[in-house]
């Protein structure tokens, strides 16, 4: 590694290839985020990379996230273009890839005064809590059986949270196990791996052929058309139904129409763009969350068994927890909040731009940087993490106001600063009602000859590479 160059100062270059520099490196990394890592821990907490035109850095400690969130979160707060984000997001028309500026700011007006804010979310209550409860009456068959069913927590989590977001996202809820759930769910994965797919035009447009002889570019158009379809389907059926004012409280989709300029010729682009948004944001994240929750449960029963005590002391023998005893779960919280931190679900933040030459940590950082923020060894800074950034434990978040949500630069798995996840209330208030039922109706054993594992997935979202199979007993009063 090149030590800081004297003349213009860049941040440390990682050494790479001629002419393709550190894209061989940074495209095969099996799991990017511990990549980074450890070459953030022998090269320092800023690092460079070299791909092809666009220059690229990587900040990995709580100080930088810091400056890079809040002190000059201004700098920092635009995203690159790439192919696979402008192709999917009809031009960036949607909220999470357009460029920071006028456009980006009215669509966070409305998601954060309607679509999303509080009142929005808690008008869900209802249907948050009745999925929940179809999600327990389903594990609470298996455990009934004879003899008793494991569960495939990761396929229930998924299926939980997409559910919810086609509910509260457009007003429909597909049957489970139905071919529209599924076309739903195979749709979902498609559009997260395009959007993590390497494409060699976003660092060589010269060379597009390669996306286009090794296929990704069919297979990018083949997922435009089918999502396309798809958003036009729902959009077809709200009209169809004349647009009611229940659509316009009911979901989602039914308001941000509303919320067009001209109601005669809304834009479709960013009616669908939006769409897009709730899928990527709302149902991955939150599946992984709760995953990951029980993961860390089953790895640490002491733990497991002192939160259950706090969720069944609190809820009692009501036969289930609701929303308004949730404030009342201060180590519930605590947990997932360790959750957060230390199974960061989006390890790297989505991808942002500089929007103008800026310095960082004495570092000269062009404008059009792309930058990422490792959210993961971020949550593992020593100097900022103690006692024992790599250990979990929950008591951290008890007895101080940390939290996660982006205020502490430590743990930030909804990012912080402007482009902070517009969706964190939403995200919280699904997990924690799924995980604080899960634990309160069930207690959980591993299924004999499965052994519990903490493998990961690479991509957008970290998920457990083998799903969480577990073995439920019913919990009785
Ligand atoms: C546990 C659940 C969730 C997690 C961990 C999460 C995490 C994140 C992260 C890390 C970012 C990037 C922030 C940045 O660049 O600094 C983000 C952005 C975003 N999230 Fe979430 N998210 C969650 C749930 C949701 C939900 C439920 C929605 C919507 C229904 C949503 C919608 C969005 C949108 C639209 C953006 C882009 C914001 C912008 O660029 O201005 N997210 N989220």
């Known amino acids: 590694c090149s030590k800081k160059s004297r003349k213009t100062n860049l941040p440390p270059l990682i050494p790479g290839l001629p002419l393709i520099g550190n894209?061989?490196?940074?495209?095969?990394?099996?799991?990017?985020?511990?990549?980074?890592?450890?070459?953030?821990?022998?090269?320092?907490?800023i690092l460079r990379f070299?791909?092809?035109?666009?220059?690229?850095?990587?900040?990995?400690?709580?100080?930088?996230?810091?400056?890079?969130?809040?002190?000059?979160?201004?700098?920092?707060?635009?995203?690159?273009?790439?192919?696979?984000q402008q192709r999917l997001s009809y031009n960036a028309a949607d909220m999470v890839f357009v460029p920071y500026g006028e456009e980006w700011r009215?669509?966070?007006?409305?998601?954060?005064?309607?679509?999303?804010?509080?009142?929005?979310?808690?008008?869900?209550?209802?249907?948050?809590?009745?999925?929940?409860?179809?999600?327990?009456?389903?594990?609470?068959?298996?455990?009934?059986?004879?003899?008793?069913?494991?569960?495939?927590?990761?396929?229930?989590?998924?299926?939980?949270?997409?559910?919810?977001?086609?509910?509260?996202?457009?007003?429909k809820r597909y049957e489970e196990q139905g071919s529209e759930l599924r076309r739903f769910q195979e749709l979902l994965d498609e559009l997260g791996m395009l959007l993590t797919a390497f494409f060699v035009s976003d660092y060589f447009p010269a060379l597009s052929w390669v996306?286009?002889?090794?296929?990704?570019?069919?297979?990018?158009?083949?997922?435009?058309?089918?999502?396309?379809?798809?958003?036009?389907?729902?959009?077809?059926?709200?009209?169809d139904r004349g647009g009611t004012q229940k659509d316009e409280q009911d979901h989602i989709l039914g308001m941000q129409i509303k919320f067009e300029l001209d109601p005669t010729q809304p834009i479709w682009d960013r009616v669908k763009a939006l769409l897009m948004n709730l899928f990527l944001g709302g149902s991955d994240s939150s599946a992984a969350t709760i995953v990951w929750v029980m993961t860390a449960l089953m790895k640490e029963p002491h733990i497991m068994e002192k939160v259950q005590s706090e969720i069944r002391n609190v809820a009692g023998d009501k036969g289930k927890v609701d929303e308004d005893d949730l404030p009342k779960l201060a180590y519930l919280k605590a947990v997932i909040n360790e959750t957060f931190r230390f199974y960061t679900p989006g390890p790297m933040l989505l991808a942002r731009e500089t929007t103008a030459a800026c310095v960082l940590d004495g570092y000269e950082i062009q404008s059009k940087t792309t930058v990422y923020v490792n959210v993961w060894a971020v949550?593992?800074?020593?100097?900022?993490?103690?006692?024992?950034?790599?250990?979990?434990?929950?008591?951290?978040?008890?007895?101080?106001?940390?939290?996660?949500?982006?205020?502490?630069?430590?743990?930030?798995?909804?990012?912080?600063?402007?482009?902070?996840?517009?969706?964190?209330?939403?995200?919280?208030?699904?997990?924690?009602?799924?995980?604080?039922?899960?634990?309160y109706s069930f207690d959980w054993e591993m299924p004999s000859r499965i052994q519990l594992d903490t493998h990961v997935l690479s991509g957008l979202i970290m998920h457990k590479k083998i799903p969480l199979i577990l073995l439920p007993k019913q919990y009785h009063i």
């Open 23 to 45: 894209l061989h490196q940074l495209s095969r990394a099996p799991i990017l985020h511990t990549y980074l890592s450890q070459l953030s821990k022998i090269h320092g907490p």
């Open 50 to 84: 070299n791909l092809c035109s666009t220059p690229t850095i990587v900040v990995s400690s709580a100080k930088l996230a810091k400056e890079v969130l809040r002190n000059q979160d201004l700098a920092f707060c635009s995203r690159p273009k790439l192919v696979a």
């Open 106 to 171: 009215e669509q966070r007006r409305i998601a954060n005064v309607h679509l999303l804010s509080r009142i929005k979310v808690q008008s869900f209550r209802s249907v948050r809590e009745d999925e929940v409860a179809r999600m327990v009456a389903d594990i609470a068959r298996s455990a009934s059986s004879s003899p008793p069913g494991a569960v495939n927590l990761s396929a229930a989590a998924m299926g939980l949270t997409t559910t919810l977001i086609c509910r509260t996202g457009f007003g």
């Open 211 to 239: 996306d286009r002889v090794s296929g990704l570019t069919k297979r990018l158009d083949c997922a435009f058309e089918k999502l396309d379809s798809f958003y036009q389907e729902l959009i077809d059926d709200h009209l």
């Open 379 to 439: 949550a593992r800074d020593p100097d900022y993490l103690k006692p024992n950034p790599d250990e979990f434990l929950p008591e951290r978040f008890i007895g101080n106001d940390m939290d996660v949500k982006g205020k502490d630069f430590g743990v930030i798995p909804f990012g912080a600063g402007r482009r902070i996840c517009p969706g964190m209330l939403m995200g919280l208030a699904n997990v924690e009602l799924a995980i604080a039922n899960l634990l």
